[in-house]
């Protein structure tokens, strides 16, 4: 495994501009908008950097990078969702930490070890 600093960097901003986005579409009630801006950036920066930036040697590295990919895309999804409808905040920070954890958890299992 190897991290390539330039898409850690990109990483960094796509995850930066969703959590904006999230940031824009969440209700400014309870600092609902600050909340979605800070779990989003983080949860899918979390997610992304497995499936982007970290270089993977072996037989399973193309599956890595789509389960890191699919997990994204879920957590995209589900910050986008809880943006968009009012919610408790700490249901949002746990459903939005648990799928980032159970992505990270599952590219982390099929990642070679010697």
Do not use: H, Q
Not at 85 to 97: G, N, Q
């Amino acid at each position: 495994m190897k991290l390539d600093t330039i898409k850690t960097i990109i990483s960094a901003v796509v995850s930066l501009l969703l959590g904006l986005l999230c940031f824009t579409f969440a209700t400014e009630d309870g600092y609902r908008n600050w909340i979605s801006f800070v779990v989003s950036f983080v949860t899918i920066v979390a997610i992304m950097i497995p499936a982007i930036a970290i270089e993977y040697k072996g037989i399973r590295a193309i599956n890595i990078k789509t389960l890191g990919w699919m997990f994204t895309f879920i957590s995209i999804i589900v910050n986008l969702v809880f943006a968009f409808f009012a919610y408790k905040p700490t249901i949002y920070i746990v459903i939005s930490v648990l799928v980032s954890v159970i992505g990270i958890a599952l590219v982390y299992a099929m990642t070679p070890r010697k």
